[in-house]
């Protein structure tokens, strides 16, 4: 030993002289050439230096000089120097003339040497500065191998400090190079403690975790006052890097609950800062103990991911809703908190894990809560039918019935016989859609109020089933018309006020009507006659037919009879002057077609066409060229099965486009598609569609092409082209050809169940696993009762239904925020019972 | 070869001599008038023979005390017909109101009397065609090639007279009092001749054998007179309102169990009694002894040398003598009538007082030959009600329908209905069908679904056991899946001892309805139709094999099973996922933005909308809508011109998903403990 220690004396002046001898290059370089003189002079007392001494540069140390020199920098951020000490070439002292030596770098703390290091384990800047500074550190450090060790220290610090417990799979790395430069700045706060050992960090409990790969965790002993207790340990979850661990301790070191007492839109925290969210405990005065440990909880759950505050309502003028009970704050600037409503903590962590999850993927934000939506599923039991919903919220309305009598099977039969027409109305009065029609009949009623002739009435077939059967009315609602001894219609249009109204008043007129006299033709055609119709803006219809024509006529009268109700039809036998074909220049058999109140009269000439033909031209005549769509007239039009080039106007459309439309729609041959506009104001859902159309509302006028058939591609007239028919034409061409390109296109997706169902298969094998589907079990068949499927024989009976409710409870101990007064929500996943009545 | 010429001309002989029919029926009981007018509603060629000289000829002595223990329900509260039928017990199906048992009777328990009026009315104001006093003593088999069943059945009456039928109803009944045969059983008194003047046992002690509703309708009778009443069985007592069964012991013939309980000298013992002897002492008095005793001793001596179990056990419960015994066993069936040929067997274990039959009601030996009423109640014994009036009228016309559609070519009886239309076809049956009602877990409502699922066929009240067999039984197809509309009570619920008045005996919330133990309607889905080999893999105590998915409505209080949240949701919600589509109702205003926004319409919009029959609604009622925020009211909004589109859903139904925002009473987060 002491003859070592000669000769580290011997080649030390050797060093030194060497040193001197060879001139400093490039000053400005962090890495300073002495010589070895220079160099030990140099030395003060307390300040670290990492020495390499060489002879001129050897070939083989080259690379190694390079990462010295590249760590340099490094090192003087913890006062370290480096020094290249140039061994003149007769010097064999101590650190110069070895051959071994030169393969070696120093640690000098002061002139004491610390450490020699084999160049080979310095091999980049990390391990260079990882084992530097472990060197240093010695003391801060504490290097363990079992578990027993850090179980030790963790002891030792009880009360006093926390642990930072790092597992680096080997020295030297970037990992440990981050453990200790953070142990150099924290070393003096937290006792740092580092393994190499896989295996104590699978006895400390974290089997799964890769020891392939860092690990730190923050232990924390000084909250652990009870000897007996040992240390939470709070993982990282990052990899391991400076700054990531300086982010960890500095999360660790903030206060686990804050209590605030302000507005939570001012209050900021260390997590904030550190781009972390920050949830809010809603507490009052009268649950505050059980909500500070409800916060602690959750505070614990989400150390490192978010911080927790207990917001005291009381003390702050909160304008959120009374039930909600947690915040949630974001880091992002101008996100206002959002306020909910939880059930158990698992979801206050789910929130913000989720969210962290999201960010990550960095989806947006709606879809975000999309997503949470799905993955409830707990919405399953709110009605998300619109009909149903509003038909229930309307429910203590008491509607307006005495207009319309209510019919038994009784007194079905006479009351038909009272009146000319007697409209039913067939519902179930359980059933959300009769009930809606219901509504609307009632209004029916209010407009028919002192018609003549007319009796509005109802049959409830929850009452009657036999008398709906009997009137072969098989779905709900159902209307018919009943005329006084004669046939029924039923009614088959549009459940809507209006609809029905005009329905029951035109069906008071025959269907055709017959008309004796030329004036009442004319009549007729003016929309004068009869007189019980002259309210409604109806347009005529008039067939024309000398006696001789029966099959033409035949055929329009079964049309009548289809179209009763929808359409006014008159029919007129002309004699042998053919006044009216003449004027209309038509020869019977003919139809006339009044638009307008007989403004424009239109002939068409009947051929040998059947009723259903017949019923299908009159529908199709009667369509307008260029009609407003609203939701009432939609149907006809689609049934067209054409492309729809809807002008979308907020009010009515203008003059100039009206015409230039009018002209297009016009135009021979018969265009492929349905012109028509929109007027905003009157189908105010009109902008629903526009906004499912565009990202931005387009400025109005706009003109559309939606091929709602095929395809469903939808595009925009330019709106710098002025609405005329030339270029909408010239338009029409590019989209054919393919030149343009859509803005949008309809989703061609399935209506698929908007939720799911409740899976009472799974539920009852999960709770009884064999007994349902497997084995048997006869009621009354005492061997088999205490088979062990039905635990506890005839006791279990009762304990069965709760038993889905038990397992969830055991799985997640100290979750279930049911757990305790005060609730009232105890409803919602328990079986409510009705013993008690 | 001359004999066998001969035998050959005789047998031509006597079938030229004989009366043709299709249909026979045998007894003008409840069960085979309610076939006979379904038969003659459809026109068929049938005739109904009785021995007696009316119909109905059981009541005119049964119950020997007159008190029918079906309920007669004059008042429910509503009006609807089919639901009352689910309280009216009395009643055969027909179409005329005045053959209403309500009609005949004012008392919920009507005298018998009344039944047998009812049942000659039913006779006679519905023309049905009985041939009174002919009792059929012989039934034989003949074959035939060209007969609907490859057989003909030869019907014999007490005058020799033949009668040819291609089809037989057996709706005879079970009538052949049920005896045991022990040393002392002439000492034994019949149910069936007993007097039922309480005077005649005054100051008796009369020991009754016989645990059912006659022997304790028989003790209440004369509970006030005698000394004591002691009954014996080898079962124990079931009573009714704890198995839901309705031919275990009713509530209002369970006197003698009061007094029993309360040590008013009453009581009940359980013992076989084929080890039972019954000696005569001098007096007269009858002494109960064991078989066993008997057997052993010398024949030669009197009863002096009998040995009494008191004798070695001086506390034996039935040591005191008897006045007079009573046997009160029940009835089976009369297998005495048919040829062996036939192969009318008794079924095994407690049904063997009944023929043994398929789930379908045809017999097990011979084809064509259906066994109707009570005796047919070995397919759903100790389960439902198909061994009384109130459920064998209703298996009688489920009988009728596969008759009509086997010899007739007339299918099932079905309504086809679009798909929108599901959820409320299955509303109103469970709410109003009686059949399925009184036949729960036997018979069942069939949905046969349309391909693509835009329409389905209903089938009513079809015998679950052969459903396998639906194809062929109904003569409708099920390609595409099918549902099953069944009622059930709770698997583990009823039963002779279990308690069924324990607390949270019912279950309210929907999703936890498949706990539910009273009765509930039960829908299966089946992808495919079960298979025969599926039927018989059934898990023990299930109607049916394991379904592709099951729901359950959960049981109601009031069986109003109508409650928008609580029951149709949930129905919706599972008719959807199984079909795989949307099930909502949408006004007209959706459908129309849905019409522009996506190429295809939910089947609601498709078949109502676009076939101009949209739901338009009141004003008030989208009000209404747009508060729950599942429509939006596009007038007031001002359209934010900056929102991104969301083109990838339509935004109604994006809103349709967004305002789903539960809404919950006032909670605090409050946590149990720490971790």
């Known amino acids: 030993m002491s003859a070592q220690k000669d000769r580290w004396v011997f080649s030390f002046s050797f060093l030194l002289f060497c040193a001197s001898s060879i001139p400093t290059r490039g000053s400005a370089r962090l890495l300073q050439e002495l010589s070895p003189q220079e160099y030990f002079s140099s030395l003060q007392a307390g300040r670290a230096s990492l020495a390499y001494f060489s002879h001129n540069v050897s070939p083989g140390a080259q690379p190694f000089l390079e990462q010295i020199e590249n760590s340099a920098e490094a090192l003087q951020d913890y006062g370290i120097s480096v020094v290249k000490v140039n061994c003149p070439k007769e010097d064999v002292s101590r650190y110069c003339g070895k051959e071994n030596a030169l393969r070696k770098a120093y640690l000098f703390r002061g002139n004491m040497l610390i450490r020699e290091f084999p160049t080979d384990a310095l091999f980049d800047v990390n391990s260079i500065v990882a084992n530097v500074l472990f060197a240093l550190l010695f003391n801060e450090v504490k290097y363990v191998e079992t578990l027993a060790d850090l179980q030790n220290i963790e002891n030792a610090l009880k009360g006093r400090s926390n642990v930072v417990f790092a597992y680096v799979p080997a020295t030297g790395t970037a990992e440990h190079r981050a453990v200790m430069e953070a142990a150099f700045v924290y070393g003096t706060v937290h006792q740092f403690v580092l393994t190499t050992e896989a295996t104590l960090l699978k006895d400390a409990g974290n089997d799964k975790s890769d020891v392939s790969s860092a690990r730190l965790f923050f232990c924390h002993c000084q909250r652990a006052t009870d000897l007996g207790q040992p240390c939470r340990r709070t993982a990282m979850g990052q990899t391991l890097t400076m700054l990531n661990i300086h982010r960890h301790l500095k999360l660790m070191g903030a206060p686990l609950v804050t209590e605030v007492a302000e507005d939570p839109e001012k209050v900021s925290t260390v997590h904030l800062q550190l781009g972390l969210p920050l949830v809010f405990i809603l507490s009052q005065k009268e649950t505050y103990e059980a909500d500070r440990r409800t916060a602690e909880f959750v505070a614990w759950q989400l150390l490192g991911k978010a911080g927790v505050a207990l917001l005291s309502r009381d003390l702050v003028d909160l304008n959120v809703l009374l039930r909600s009970n947690v915040a949630l704050k974001t880091p992002e600037e101008g996100v206002p908190i959002k306020y909910l409503v939880l059930e158990d903590t698992d979801e206050v962590i789910t929130l913000v894990e989720d969210k962290n999850k999201v960010e990550q993927i960095q989806e947006d934000k709606a879809e975000d809560e999309e997503d949470e939506d799905e993955k409830e599923n707990n919405n399953q039991d709110i009605q998300d039918d619109q009909v149903v919903e509003a038909v229930s919220r309307d429910k203590k309305r008491e509607l307006p019935l005495e207009e319309i009598l209510v019919l038994t099977e009784e007194t079905f039969h006479s009351a038909l016989l009272e009146t000319a027409r007697t409209v039913v109305l067939f519902y179930a009065s359980w059933e959300a859609v009769s009930l809606a029609v219901l509504r609307s009949y009632t209004e029916v009623a209010g407009h028919l109020k002192g018609t003549q002739g007319v009796l509005l009435s109802r049959v409830n077939c929850w009452d009657w089933p036999g008398l709906c059967t009997k009137e072969n009315v098989t779905q709900f609602p159902t209307i018919k018309i009943y005329e006084k001894g004669e046939r029924s219609v039923m009614y088959n249009g549009m459940w809507g006020t209006e609809e029905l109204t005009s329905f029951i008043m035109l069906s008071r007129v025959s269907c055709p009507l017959k ?323 | 070869l001359g004999l066998a010429l001969y035998a050959g001309s005789l047998c031509t002989a006597s079938s030229a001599a004989s009366l043709y029919h299709d249909y026979c029926i045998i007894g003008a009981g409840p069960s085979g008038l309610q076939a006979a007018y379904f038969l003659q509603q459809a026109g068929r060629d049938y005739v109904v023979f009785e021995r007696s000289h009316a119909p109905g000829s059981f009541f005119a002595l049964y119950p020997r005390h007159r008190k029918l223990i079906s309920i007669n329900k004059r008042y429910t509260g509503k009006s609807n017909g089919e639901f009352n039928l689910r309280h009216d017990w009395n009643s055969l199906l027909s179409h005329d109101r005045r053959l209403l048992f309500q009609r005949y009777s004012l008392d919920f328990f009507p005298h018998a009397d009344a039944m047998v009026r009812y049942l000659e009315d039913f006779a006679s104001l519905l023309k049905l065609r009985v041939r009174y006093n002919t009792a059929i003593v012989h039934v034989t088999l003949e074959r035939d090639g060209q007969a609907w069943n490859g057989h003909y059945f030869f019907l014999t009456d007490q005058d020799r007279q033949n009668y040819k039928c291609s089809s037989l109803l057996v709706a005879t009944g079970t009538w052949v009092p049920n005896v045991v045969n022990f040393p002392g059983s002439e000492y034994v008194e019949g149910y069936e001749t007993v007097s039922i003047n309480p005077e005649d046992f005054a100051g008796q002690t009369v020991l009754i054998l016989g645990r059912g509703n006659s022997a304790f309708e028989t003790a209440e ?82 009863i002096d040398s009998v040995t009494l179990p008191q004798d070695e056990l001086d506390n034996f419960a039935t040591r005191a003598p008897y006045d007079r015994v009573i046997r009160c066993l029940g009835w089976k069936f009369d297998f005495s009538i048919y040829n062996r040929s036939l192969r009318m067997m008794p079924g095994k274990g407690n049904k063997k007082k009944y023929p043994q039959i398929k789930p379908s009601y045809e017999s097990r030996g011979t084809r064509g030959l259906f066994v109707l009423g009570t005796a047919s109640h070995s397919v759903d014994f100790r389960k439902s009600a198909g061994g009384f009036i109130h459920g064998f009228r209703y298996t009688t016309r489920a009988v009728h329908r596969l008759l009509e559609n086997r010899h007739h070519g007339v299918p099932w009886p079905s309504t086809v209905y679009p798909i929108t239309q599901l959820t409320n076809s299955i509303i109103k049956r469970v709410n109003e069908a009686s059949g399925l009602y009184q036949m729960f877990s036997v018979l069942a409502d069939i949905i046969l679904l349309r391909e693509n699922a835009t329409a389905f066929e209903y089938l009513e009240e079809y015998p679950v056991g052969v459903l396998a067999e639906l194809e062929m039984q109904t003569g409708r197809k099920a390609p595409n899946g099918l549902f099953v509309v069944i009622m059930e009570y709770g698997r583990n619920f009823s039963g002779a001892d279990k308690d069924v008045f324990y607390y949270n005996r019912a279950v309210g919330e929907a999703q936890h309805a498949w706990q539910s133990n009273f009765l509930h309607p039960v829908i299966y889905y089946y992808k495919h139709l079960p298979t025969e080999r599926e039927m018989r893999l059934q898990p023990p105590d299930w109607p049916l094999p394991r379904p592709d998915a099951v729901h359950h409505i959960v049981e109601d209080f009031l069986t109003d099973w109508t409650a928008p949240n609580a029951h149709i949701l949930p129905l919706r919600r599972f008719l959807e996922n199984c079909l795989s589509t949307d099930l909502r109702n949408f006004f007209a205003e959706s459908c129309f933005l849905f019409a522009f926004t996506r190429q295809k319409l939910p089947p609601f919009c498709q078949q109502g909308y676009v076939r101009m029959q949209g739901l338009v609604g009141s004003e008030g009622l989208q009000r209404h809508a747009v508060e729950a925020g599942l429509l939006e009211d596009y007038a007031l909004t001002d359209f934010p011109g900056d929102r991104p589109p969301d083109s990838r859903k339509g935004s109604q139904d994006q809103l349709l998903r967004d305002h789903v925002i539960p809404v919950r009473p006032l909670q605090h987060l409050v946590n149990a403990k720490d971790e």
């Not at chain 1, 029919?571 to 307008?596: G, T």
């Not at chain 2, 509970?223 to 309102?241: A, E, K």
């Open chain 1, 515 to 837: 008309l004796a006299t030329i004036d009442e033709a004319e009549g007729y055609l003016r929309g004068e006659f009869p007189s019980e119709l002259s309210s409604y803006h109806h347009t005529s219809l008039l067939g024309v037919f000398s006696t001789a024509t029966s099959e033409a006529r035949e055929a329009f009268e079964e049309a009548g009879n289809i179209l009763s109700g929808h359409v006014t039809m008159g029919m007129y036998f002309e004699d042998d002057d053919l006044a009216l074909s003449r004027k209309y220049a038509v020869s019977p058999p003919a139809l006339l077609l009044a638009r307008s109140r007989g403004r424009s009269v239109e002939g068409i000439a009947l051929s040998k066409q059947s009723t259903q033909d017949m019923v299908r031209m009159i529908r199709y005549e009667l369509l307008d060229i260029f009609p407003e769509i609203t939701v009432q007239n939609l149907p006809c039009y689609l049934q067209l099965r054409k492309p729809f080039l809807i002008l979308f106007s907020d009010g009515d459309v203008g003059q100039m486009e009206s015409k230039e439309m009018l002209k297009l729609a016009k135009g021979r041959p018969q265009p492929a598609f349905v012109a028509c506009w929109l007027n905003l104001k009157k189908t105010p859902v009109g902008r629903g569609i526009l906004k499912a159309y565009f990202a931005t509302m387009p400025s109005l006028p706009v003109l559309i092409w939606v091929n709602l058939h095929a395809g469903g591609q939808v595009f925009k007239f330019p709106s710098e082209q002025s609405i005329t028919e030339m270029n909408i034409l010239s338009w029409l061409e590019k989209l054919k050809a393919g030149l343009e390109i859509p803005s949008s296109t309809l989703s061609d997706e399935d209506w698929k169940p908007p939720l799911p169902a409740y899976d009472f298969l799974q539920m009852m094998e999960t709770a009884v696993p064999e007994l349902p589907l497997h084995t048997s079990h006869r009621r009354g068949d005492t061997p088999q009762r205490h088979l062990p499927e039905s635990p506890g024989g005839d006791t279990a009976v009762p304990e069965e239904p709760s038993q889905g409710t038990k397992a969830e409870k055991v799985g997640s101990p100290g979750r279930d925020l049911r757990g305790t007064a005060p609730r009232l929500a105890a409803r919602e996943k328990q079986g409510k019972r009705h013993s008690e009545l």
């Open chain 2, 221 to 302: 009778n004369i509970l006030g007179v005698t000394n004591f009443i002691h009954m014996v069985s080898r079962s124990r007592v079931r009573l009714s309102w704890a198995t839901h069964y309705v031919g275990d012991l009713r509530a209002i013939n369970n006197g003698l169990l009061d007094t029993y309980q309360l040590k008013s000298l009453d009581g009940l013992l359980e013992g076989d009694l084929e080890d039972l002897a019954i000696v005569k002492d001098k007096k007269g008095k009858l002494h109960i002894t064991l078989r066993f005793y008997l057997e052993n001793r010398n024949t030669s001596a009197g």
